[in-house]
């Protein structure tokens, strides 16, 4: 019997789809509507073994790669090459925290330790090639741009020959030594590839980092594929808007963990609106588990999506229980177990060298802010984000906190927070942003009647965004600088959430124009991105 009169001759329950075929529940137990809708495609639901076509390859036999769609390689190569582009337009060391991210790898392959202190002292080999670069000099002065003259271009070049000290008994690497150690163990691999030559060790290290902001494109567009499975044009929309963004591109193509943190986020993104599309597996729910694994040992601002990823696993899970108990259970355990082994390691590490349980987790958690309290806290964050409500005592006097801190940064705000754009670009970039928050908003009303059946899935969304958001403005609010942690950077492990917006944005002048209106959202991406790769290499090279 052929496969096509397999599928006819069966009965099945539901309303006739367009081309006449029945409607599948999905894993949740609802029929599947249109354009936000979580319907399935044909082939994603799923299937026994006896189920699987003669002709096709056994799904345990077709690895991830294969499955993947070439336009989300597509997204992935435009990231990865978009980072490399700003891994070559800015100077050694002009990121932010870079050197100390360097000191951190650096240590990690010199000495096999980790960092024992937070000072801003390395060890003479960086600390005289930061010296031949001007560091000093450079960072936080828009008016001073990077080394060009030939004598110091020498002195640069005969100081890396010089067999100075890697290491040093102090240990210290700045700002980087609270952070878990996978990026940096990562690292070491390009570290030790180019091996003698300083300057070849960062541009390297610089181009893994670019790898990961592509593995973030790739994400996001998987993410789109599975959150918005009717309107396969719209995933390139959002997978591209991801990967041209600056700031991404800035980020991953630097020494930081931040490029694996917003790589290891968008695979959580994608993790999540799988489950709630087809329905937790034992498969996905390790993976779901690896992928916190990830998180939580990169960097420790992964810690505020866990709550909303959390969520998410309880909700796939009780939905997998009205099917099956005790997969569902299977599913939870795989996931929490999984997910709790790096700090179920590092807290028996701690344990077993004498030091406090949560190693440097516990300091971060009990900082506290002197004359603080909660209301206080809770206010601190709101107007940190948004203006005062009435009643709240303002904090950020005659500041607009949501533009100057958050929508200029997003706009442009580059190497260490001193390469900002003329004011005007920021006046004018609040027309384009408000034109893509019209569409996003017209695509939310045409879309209104399905949105409840996703309450849930939007709800982890929703949680996942304000942890993070509550840790980033907890942490400014303890350190007691205003605006100190007001780095949108910060906030870009959201950036699946970003890709989702471009998406629908593009589909809120309705059906017909809508891949005119993605075609658009590209060009103005892509435009972004350029004039920024312009205005950094004016204040470095200017």
Not at 16 to 34: K, Q, S
Not at 162 to 179: C, N
Not at 193 to 222: E, H, I
Not at 283 to 305: D, E, H, N, Q
Request: net charge positive; aromatic share 10%; charged share 15%.
């Amino acid at each position: 019997m052929s496969r096509r009169t397999a599928r006819t001759s069966t009965p099945a329950k539901g309303k006739p789809t367009r081309n006449g075929g029945p409607t599948r529940p999905d894993a949740g137990g609802r029929t599947p509507v249109g354009g936000l809708r979580d319907a399935q495609r044909p082939g994603t639901s799923r299937r026994t073994p006896g189920a699987r076509s003669r002709g096709q390859p056994s799904a345990l036999a077709r690895t991830w790669v294969g499955r993947v769609p070439r336009a989300a390689w597509v997204c992935a190569l435009v990231g990865f090459l978009n980072a490399a582009c700003w891994s070559i337009v800015s100077p050694p060391f002009e990121n932010p925290d870079e050197p100390a991210h360097f000191a951190y790898v650096q240590r990690l392959a010199q000495t096999g330790e980790l960092p024992k202190s937070s000072r801003e002292l390395f060890p003479p080999a960086e600390s005289t090639v930061l010296n031949d670069l001007h560091y000093a000099q450079v960072r936080f002065h828009s008016e001073q741009g990077t080394i060009a003259g030939e004598a110091e271009q020498r002195t640069l070049e005969s100081d890396l020959a010089k067999p100075l000290a890697l290491s040093d008994e102090e240990g210290a690497t700045g700002v980087s030594a609270s952070q878990p150690p996978l990026y940096y163990a990562l690292e070491i691999v390009p570290y030790a590839l180019a091996s003698g030559n300083m300057l070849g060790q960062v541009a390297l290290m610089r181009l893994l980092s670019a790898v990961m902001g592509g593995l973030t494109a790739l994400f996001a567009y998987l993410f789109l594929r599975e959150a918005l499975p009717t309107n396969r044009w719209a995933w390139a929309v959002g997978g591209l808007g991801v990967a041209l963004a600056p700031l991404l591109a800035q980020m991953s193509g630097a020494i930081n963990p931040d490029a694996l943190l917003f790589a290891v986020s968008t695979a959580l993104f994608y993790c999540l609106a799988r489950g709630f599309r087809r329905g937790i597996t034992p498969r996905l729910a390790t993976a779901t588990g690896a992928v916190l694994a990830i998180g939580v040992s990169t960097k420790l601002t992964f810690v505020g999506l866990v709550p909303g990823a959390l969520l998410g696993v309880f909700i796939l899970c009780a939905r997998e229980a009205r099917r099956s108990r005790p997969n569902a259970w299977r599913c939870l355990g795989l996931a929490l177990g999984v997910g709790a082994i790096p700090v179920v390691l590092y807290g028996l590490v701690n344990l077993l060298s004498g030091d406090p349980l949560g190693g440097v987790f516990a300091g971060v958690l009990a900082s506290e802010r002197p004359g603080g309290s909660l209301f206080g806290e809770l206010s601190y964050i709101w107007q940190f984000y948004l203006p005062p409500l009435p009643g709240m005592s303002p904090v950020f006097h005659g500041l607009s906190t949501t533009q100057v801190f958050w929508f200029n940064g997003l706009v442009g705000l580059y190497g260490w927070l001193d390469a900002p754009f003329p004011e005007w670009v920021y006046n004018v970039a609040l027309i384009p942003a408000a034109v893509l928050a019209v569409l996003l908003a017209g695509a939310l009303i045409r879309e209104r009647r399905v949105l409840p059946a996703r309450v849930g899935e939007l709800a982890v969304y929703a949680t996942t965004s304000l942890g993070l958001l509550l840790l980033i403005g907890a942490d400014d609010y303890v350190h007691q600088l205003p605006g100190e942690y007001a780095e949108p950077r910060y906030v870009l492990p959201l950036i699946a959430l970003w890709g989702a917006a471009l998406a629908l944005a593009a589909r809120g002048v309705g059906r017909r124009w809508a891949p005119v209106a993605g075609v658009a959202i590209v060009c103005l991406a892509l435009a972004h991105d350029i004039f920024s790769g312009l205005l950094v290499v004016s204040r470095y090279y200017g």
